[in-house]
């Protein structure tokens, strides 16, 4: 079993939908949790970034995780073309850096305008 | 812009090419990383350097050698590449703590797209 899974997509909705991005994970240690948002011709640039279970917003972005159930979850509102983009999960047993630094293969979101 | 910048942007290379990729960071952090990106496949951690030292290397072929000369240069050398060796790499940098493990994210340059024929 991989230690992270996330599904590749591509993932294509309408403009203004709710867009919910997940990953699953089997290691119990990771505690740090982050989504990052990486545009064609681009590297990955940090989107949201959060610590153990619950959830966290900005703007239009909640990341939400459980634990329980080793899961995360990003969720966009009001989704916008300039959303298409293909987005990371990664996370950590340590606070960051690279020391055991764990990334999804990442999920190709596609905005219908 | 993200404070980190790496050159070039693209490179096409024959297998017996020798070639370096270039990073600079702006940021004032002092670990920096070459990650290897290819299709369908998670990102995949190369080399790290902290404080200047070389960390780890995660059993990359001795094709590619990386040179860090201080905190905001990170340079990667290429000899006598494969084929398979074509992909996306990507240089990050980080804050990383002399007290405890409360380090910062990462944070990537645009990656050099090179391409080995």
């Known amino acids: 079993q991989k230690e992270v899974e996330q599904d590749p997509g591509p993932l294509s909705v309408p403009e203004g939908a709710i867009v919910s991005l997940n990953c699953t994970y089997s290691n119990s240690a990771f505690q740090y949790f982050m989504w990052y948002r990486q545009y064609s011709r681009k590297g990955p640039e940090l989107l949201m970034y959060t610590y153990s279970s619950g959830n966290k917003e900005d703007g239009r972005f909640t990341a939400q995780v459980d634990k329980s159930s080793k899961y995360i979850s990003l969720f966009i509102r009001d989704s916008q073309p300039s959303d298409s983009a293909t987005y990371l999960c990664a996370m950590s047993g340590s606070g960051g850096g690279a020391d055991g630094l764990t990334f999804g293969k990442g999920t190709h979101l596609i905005i219908q305008p | 812009e993200t404070g980190v910048t790496q050159t070039p942007r693209h490179l096409v290379m024959g297998m017996t090419n020798k070639k370096s990729l270039k990073c600079e960071q702006h940021?004032?952090?002092?670990?920096m990383y070459w990650y290897k990106q290819s299709a369908k496949k998670p990102l995949e951690l190369m080399f790290v350097?902290?404080?200047?030292?070389?960390?780890e290397n995660n059993s990359v072929p001795s094709r590619f050698s990386p040179e860090c000369p201080n905190s905001s240069h990170l340079f990667l050398h290429l000899h006598t590449l494969q084929p398979e060796d074509s992909a996306l790499y990507l240089c990050?940098?980080?804050?990383?703590?002399?007290?405890?493990?409360?380090?910062?994210?990462?944070?990537f340059g645009n990656g050099t797209r090179l391409t080995v024929t």
């Open positions: 350097y902290n404080f200047k030292e070389q960390t």
């Open positions: 990050a940098s980080s804050q990383e703590s002399l007290i405890d493990r409360n380090n910062s994210p990462l944070h």
């Open positions: 940021l004032g952090h002092n670990a």
